[in-house]
T-cell receptor, first 113, second 113 residues
Framework: AQKVTQAQTEISVVEKEDVTLDCVYE???????LFWYKQPPSGELVFLIR??????QNEISGRYSWNFQKSTSSFNFTITASQVVDSAVYFC??????????FGPGTRLSVLP | DAGVIQSPRHEVTEMGQEVTLRCKPI?????LFWYRQTMMRGLELLIY????????DSGMPEDRFSAKMPNASFSTLKIQPSEPRDSAVYFC???????????FGQGTRLTVV
């Protein structure tokens, strides 16, 4: 069975602070894919990144960066110099051989001005 | 591309009535997913299709729920009879299969009174 855990239910930071959102996953598949999605207050789900299990290189996209560590089954997401527009619920998701998408419970990030 | 299109955006119905939610996936995508989102249970995968065939419906809560995908460009999720506990936001998503990123529709907010 596949499972995604996001232990942080809610995080509040002040604008310009860095913040890391944790994601821990469980799977028996040797090949799998990890994702992050953003759900702003407007409600839509926005794709941010996809990573396969063979690529442990960290990725940076502007103020966003992702740290994938297979040894700890973690795929953490860091926002550098947070902004109010980053306020949203962030979901980590996992897809394996079954090609279904299993989402974590989400972390609600509030960035205060 | 218009993205994943769901209709209606909002639905209010009385307990016991039949509800049908509709989804048009992105053209060329061969997998389609139905999710339900509630505060208590987060994002739950209800069912997913690959090439119009249901692959995993283990997330469908009970027999009152049914889903069909008669062709590559249309899917429905039906609840009959509806109950107040079915109130949630229902999302449809599609992808190109092979664990690629899924793109979500705007969701249907269902309220059963």
């Amino acid at each position: 069975a596949q499972k995604v855990t996001q232990a942080q239910t809610e995080i509040s930071v002040v604008e310009k602070e860095d913040v890391t959102l944790d994601c821990v996953y469980e799977t028996r598949d040797t090949t799998y894919y990890l994702f992050w999605y953003k759900q702003p207050p407007s409600g839509e789900l926005v794709f941010l990144i996809r990573r396969n299990s063979f690529d442990e290189q960290n990725e940076i996209s502007g103020r966003y960066s992702w740290n994938f560590q297979k040894s700890t089954s973690s795929f953490n997401f860091t926002i550098t110099a947070s902004q109010v527009v980053d306020s949203a619920v962030y979901f980590c998701a996992l897809s394996g051989y079954g090609q279904n998408f299993v989402f974590g419970p989400g972390t609600r990030l509030s960035v205060l001005p | 591309d218009a993205g994943v299109i769901q209709s209606p955006r909002h639905e209010v119905t009385e307990m016991g009535q039949e509800v049908t939610l509709r989804c048009k996936p992105i053209s060329g995508h061969n997998s389609l997913f139905w999710y339900r989102q509630t505060m208590m249970r987060g994002l739950e995968l209800l069912i997913y299709f690959n090439n119009n065939v249901p692959i995993d419906d283990s997330g469908m809560p009970e027999d009152r729920f049914s889903a069909k995908m008669p062709n590559a460009s249309f899917s429905t999720l039906k609840i009959q009879p509806s109950e107040p506990r079915d109130s949630a936001v229902y999302f449809c998503a599609s992808n190109q299969g092979l664990n690629t990123e899924a793109f979500f529709g705007q969701g249907t907010r269902l309220t059963v009174v």
